[in-house]
């Protein structure tokens, strides 16, 4: 193959460079044919340093960018450079990388959770799509509280929120908890309480907090279970509340970790009530908020006809 052919190339009616040398002295075009002939062996090697943005460190993808002494960046960060190289300062120009591209097509690249246990290979282009859905990626510390960065498996996250967050820890699949508030007017999506509870093998979240829905403050509760979504559908929960000779009852099927805490909060996928009936449950007065929150875990089994089955833990 003519090395020329397969070099950077700026804009059509400019002329193509005769030879483009990567950090490690390789020419493209030298780099191309090793891929194709190798490409996992490529993959390990200068190849995958060569398609790392030396801006933002992540992968680059079509279309990836260059100036004219050959450093590359990715589009995103062409952008933020305002069109000047961030290695030789030169002028970037519209100068598209063909030949780094077509190398990028004939890779094959591990998970980057290979660490984590994925021993998934996929093509280059394709390896990002895997990685956003990856089953063994790492999970984000589901407290509410802070803006923690945590991140982790199910086993490290749970000692974090134990140890860290001094978060309350229970065994069994009910639970019975209280929540008092002196002033129900201060609001400001303040997170009030998480719980986590072991049971069946596995660990959930209780969230309950205040926060404003439109003009209106409520209350929410709501279960999140700390694992994927698929493993989440194979059990259900209950909350109630009530006073007075009243109550209200809440069914669903927890929502998974992966769901941000954001996310299932504003999508109302839970147990709200409004402060008016919070306050009707708290009795008294009316002026201060003392609500009893009672709920049940179980697991879904299958019967031999194919209806659902309650597993209730003991």
Same mark, same amino acid.
């Given at each position: 193959?003519?090395?020329?052919?397969?070099?950077?190339?700026?804009?059509?009616?400019?002329?193509?460079?005769?030879?483009?040398?990567?950090? @490690? *002295?390789?020419?493209?075009?030298?780099?191309? /044919? /090793?891929?194709?002939? $190798? &490409?996992? /062996?490529?993959?390990?090697?200068?190849?995958?340093?060569?398609?790392?943005? &030396?801006?933002?460190?992540?992968?680059?993808?079509?279309?990836?960018?260059? =100036?004219?002494?050959?450093?590359?960046?990715?589009?995103?960060?062409?952008?933020?450079?305002?069109?000047?190289?961030?290695?030789?300062?030169?002028?970037? *120009?519209?100068?598209?990388?063909?030949?780094?591209?077509?190398? !990028?097509?004939?890779?094959?690249?591990?998970?980057?959770?290979?660490?984590? *246990?994925?021993?998934?290979? #996929?093509?280059? $282009?394709?390896?990002?799509?895997?990685?956003?859905?990856?089953?063994?990626?790492?999970?984000?510390?589901?407290?509410?509280?802070?803006?923690?960065?945590?991140?982790?498996?199910? &086993? $490290?996250?749970?000692?974090?929120?134990?140890? +860290?967050?001094?978060?309350?820890?229970?065994?069994?699949?009910?639970?019975?908890?209280?929540?008092?508030?002196? @002033?129900?007017?201060?609001?400001? @999506?303040?997170?009030?309480?998480?719980?986590? #509870?072991?049971?069946?093998?596995?660990?959930? =979240?209780?969230?309950?907090?205040? #926060?404003?829905?439109?003009?209106?403050?409520?209350?929410? !509760?709501?279960?999140?279970?700390?694992?994927?979504?698929?493993?989440?559908?194979?059990?259900?929960?209950?909350?109630?509340?009530?006073?007075?000779?009243?109550?209200?009852?809440?069914?669903?099927?927890?929502?998974?970790?992966? +769901?941000?805490?954001?996310?299932?909060?504003?999508?109302? +996928?839970?147990?709200?009530?409004?402060?008016?009936?919070?306050?009707?449950?708290?009795?008294? +007065?009316?002026?201060?908020?003392?609500?009893?929150?009672?709920?049940?875990?179980?697991?879904?089994?299958?019967?031999?006809?194919?209806?659902?089955? &309650?597993?209730?833990?003991?």
């Amino acid at each position: 193959m003519d090395v020329a052919s397969v070099d950077c190339v700026s804009l059509p009616d400019a002329p193509a460079p005769a030879d483009v040398d990567d950090a @490690n *002295g390789l020419g493209l075009g030298t780099l191309l /044919a /090793a891929a194709r002939a $190798y &490409p996992k /062996a490529a993959s390990a090697g200068g190849v995958h340093e060569l398609l790392e943005c &030396p801006v933002c460190t992540n992968s680059m993808f079509p279309p990836i960018h260059q =100036c004219q002494n050959g450093h590359t960046l990715c589009s995103t960060c062409k952008a933020r450079v305002h069109n000047r190289c961030p290695t030789c300062r030169q002028e970037l *120009g519209d100068i598209r990388c063909l030949a780094l591209e077509k190398v !990028a097509e004939s890779l094959e690249l591990p998970c980057k959770y290979y660490t984590l *246990g994925c021993q998934e290979i #996929f093509p280059y $282009y394709s390896k990002i799509k895997h990685e956003a859905q990856c089953s063994l990626r790492p999970y984000h510390c589901p407290y509410a509280g802070s803006e923690c960065a945590a991140a982790g498996d199910i &086993p $490290y996250l749970v000692s974090h929120l134990r140890d +860290d967050h001094k978060v309350d820890m229970h065994s069994g699949c009910t639970f019975n908890h209280r929540y008092v508030k002196s @002033n129900p007017r201060e609001v400001e @999506n303040a997170t009030w309480m998480l719980t986590v #509870f072991h049971c069946f093998g596995q660990y959930f =979240c209780l969230h309950f907090e205040a #926060f404003q829905l439109g003009m209106a403050p409520v209350y929410m !509760a709501f279960l999140r279970f700390m694992g994927d979504e698929n493993e989440a559908k194979n059990y259900s929960y209950s909350l109630e509340v009530g006073a007075n000779g009243r109550k209200m009852v809440w069914e669903g099927t927890p929502r998974s970790v992966r +769901d941000s805490h954001r996310k299932v909060r504003d999508s109302h +996928d839970g147990l709200i009530i409004q402060r008016n009936m919070a306050l009707f449950f708290s009795g008294g +007065d009316r002026k201060e908020l003392k609500l009893r929150i009672t709920g049940r875990i179980w697991k879904e089994q299958q019967s031999p006809d194919g209806a659902c089955i &309650p597993n209730l833990c003991s």
